[in-house]
């Protein structure tokens, strides 16, 4: 099942943002702290677009986006991912892209036009083809150097 995320989901979306980040380059660069990304989801909770998936009422994917004017006209809202997760053993079940879609309509009712995905050096290729499937258009990649 594919729901919004409450404040109450906080600490089980926690536990899947930080399986999410040990398995990003970024975990090299810095530790995972807490406190700074429970802020951040909290946050993403209130003020941007956050869905669970559940399977019996286990959280077990998220995907969560900050919503912002578009960097180019403000009178443009988007949404840009900050995560997008679901735990190995639900993988193949729906979840990624159950999340995925739902999103277009959770979008679409808060007059958002602009939805944009990562795609990380290390994301499966499937994630990039589902992007495709579901009507994104590669629009940039992104480069990362650590001082």
């Not at 926690?14 to 700074?36: C, H, I």
């Not at 399977?55 to 180019?72: Q, R």
């Amino acid at each position: 099942m594919i729901r919004q995320a409450m404040l109450d989901d906080a600490d089980a979306i926690m536990e899947l943002v930080e399986k999410f980040y040990y398995n990003t380059d970024y975990a090299g660069f810095a530790p995972f702290d807490y406190e700074t990304v429970f802020d951040l989801t909290k946050m993403l909770i209130e003020t941007g677009v956050v869905l669970v998936g559940t399977i019996d009422e286990v959280i077990v994917g998220v995907i969560g986006l900050v919503v912002a004017p578009f960097m180019f006209n403000k009178s443009k809202l988007g949404a840009y991912e900050v995560i997008w997760y679901v735990e190995k053993a639900a993988m193949r079940l729906g979840i990624g892209g159950g999340l995925l879609a739902k999103i277009d309509e959770v979008c679409k009712d808060r007059g958002i036009e602009l939805i944009q995905m990562v795609h990380l050096s290390n994301s499966p290729p499937q994630a990039a083809a589902m992007y495709v499937a579901m009507g994104y258009k590669h629009s940039e990649s992104s480069y990362t150097k650590v001082l």
